[in-house]
Nanobody, 119 residues
Framework: QVQLVESGGGLVQAGGSLRLSCAAS????????MGWFRQAPGREREFVAR????????NYADSVKGRFTISRDNAKNMVYLQMNSLKPEDTAVYYC????????????WGQGTQVTVSS
């Protein structure tokens, strides 16, 4: 079955960096778009970044553009989110997800990893 397992979250001071990882299994990883989303307390889940199947195409939310970088390693079935210049408003649970239905919706999600940025 499809599994997505995030790791790398933690507590960091504003201005610091974290690198999130997502290990994927149970599907042909290189065939599908991968995305990162986040959900802060009391707020709806929001899109952070996505990466195309071969890693050449990326998109970012305006709020993270220039600070976050999404990447993938198809040989290792891994997707990453490098987060630099972190701000307190980046505090959230971060989820990786994939769209195996190829319809623009993300139908499989990981359990999430907490990122807390202190001011």
């Amino acid at each position: 079955q499809v599994q997505l397992v995030e790791s790398g979250g933690g507590l960091v001071q504003a201005g610091g960096s974290l690198r999130l990882s997502c290990a994927a299994s149970g599907f042909i990883f290189s065939s599908y778009i991968m995305g990162w989303f986040r959900q802060a307390p009391g707020r709806e889940r929001e899109f952070v970044a996505r990466i195309g199947r071969r890693g050449f195409s990326t998109n970012y939310a305006d709020s993270v553009k220039g600070r976050f970088t999404i990447s993938r390693d198809n040989a290792k079935n891994m997707v990453y989110l490098q987060m630099n210049s972190l701000k307190p408003e980046d505090t959230a649970v971060y989820y990786c997800a994939t769209d195996t239905l190829l319809d623009g919706s993300y139908n499989y999600w990981g359990q999430g990893t907490q990122v807390t940025v202190s001011s």
